[in-house]
């Protein structure tokens, strides 16, 4: 009914730290502490994407199915209380459900991330061998 | 349906992406994040339908192959704008030089 608010919600939230994050590093100049930040609004960026492309795709099943019309109060369910709440139900369990896989998700491709790139780095700060 | 067309665009998106990795100057990175996020989403919301009412786990009808056909649309017209907006190749640019 209108479970992508809760993942749209998060995506405007991780929109506007990644942004903050990217003017820190902007005002920090070069460095080591760059580097990690950079780090962090490129591992960010990842999560926004999921959520805000995952977000677009969701409304439009939710046009097809005429639950998001163009006048307001915008959805459907918010015409009786009754499907009111049965959409408040749907959106504490599923939207819910749905940005804490997304969020889960990208925390398992940030670990795997900082486990490769440490490997990387490993591999570089070891001395050249061999005859 | 829509779901498995998107999982599929998912899996495609994310394929090429490896293949021209590390360049990614067409941005398939984001195409294929957008497809794996909606993936993630109706999996969610297909698991705990299934779990709450039963049923058949996926949607097989015209209806919803066509919404997936127009998903997989939707998601590649958002790429292409975000293509011609960050213009890589700086054709744009060239063209409004002119």
Known sequence: MACFLVPTGEAVITTVVQKIIEKREKKAGSGKAVEITYKWSQRLGWLNKMLWGGSLLLALEHVWHGEITASPPFLTAMQNPQDTATMLHEIATVGVAMAVTITAIWGIMVLVAEVKSKAASKVKAQPAGGA | ?98
């Open chain 2, 1 to 98: 349906m829509f779901l498995i067309l998107t999982a599929l665009a998912a899996i495609i998106a994310t394929v090429i992406w490896y293949v021209k990795s590390p360049d990614d100057k067409y941005k398939l990175g984001v195409l294929s994040l957008m497809f794996w996020g909606a993936t993630i989403m109706w999996l969610v919301d297909h698991i705990m339908a299934f779990a709450s009412e039963g049923g058949a786990f996926f949607e097989i009808s015209t209806d919803a192959t066509m919404l997936g056909v127009a998903v997989v649309v939707l998601a590649l017209m958002a790429w292409v704008i975000t293509l011609v907006i960050s213009d890589p190749k700086g054709v744009l640019k060239k063209v409004l030089k002119r």
